[in-house]
């Protein structure tokens, strides 16, 4: 029976560089996300290349449409074997200083609450078969504190946190966990930020269970952006004596 990959947050760019790359190796995919048109087109794309695909439209914040979506694709697809966790940001993006409760907490809810949710319905069954994987993905933020994405940095650095502590946890009972660390754009045709180049890194991680984290891009290049970008203040002059 083939195995199956489930994509959460999955859209044109690195969503489908993750499908093709599994579906190239005969992993039956399912894909769930908000926009139920875009999600038919992915599938769409997938199904021409003989890759076995199907959506599951649900928004990713909402937990008990995850729940049901995942639900629809386990009954579609068989047990999950894979799943792949990487929603974009959405909502406002603020700097640290102008970070507000509201602000984190849709964040949180996305990167994070959503995660836990869509491991929680697929962890006990891989438990019970004794294998599975989970790879979870963050952005650059959750490595590199960037002031100007603090509220994405709070969350990502948040996930990322969780994937090392389930890796550690899960190994031993057969369970892959990993993290994915995106430190660039998606550049459709770059050597390696192309989204099939990402999904074939993607691939190679599963393969590779010993491994708790993968990251693409620069992350020295981004560190020196963020410097670029902070405005250092003056030291004040030192006290005279009295």
Known sequence: MAKTLVVVGAGPGLGMGVARAFGRHGFQVGLIARNKDT???LVGELTET????AA????IRDREALVSALSDA?????????????????????HAAQTTVASAAAQFELHVLGA???VEQVLPEMRARGKGTLLLTTGVSSTIAAPFLANVGLAMAGLRN???????????????????TIASGIVPGDEVTDPDVIGARYYRLYQRRNR???VVGDLEAFRALVAERIDVPSRPAPPTAS
Do not use: C, K, N
Not at 88 to 94: A, D, K, M, R, V
């Open 56 to 59: 599951f439209p649900a928004d």
């Open 162 to 180: 969780w994937a090392h502590a389930l890796h550690a946890e899960l190994r031993p009972q057969g369970i892959h966990a990993a993290t994915v």
């Open 116 to 118: 836990v949710t869509a």
């Open 212 to 214: 708790v984290e993968e």
């Open 39 to 41: 999600l038919h087109t």
């Open 50 to 53: 003989g890759v076995t695909a």
């Open 74 to 94: 386990r009954e579609t697809l068989g047990p999950v074997d894979v799943l792949e966790y990487s929603p974009s940001p959405t909502g406002p993006i603020t």
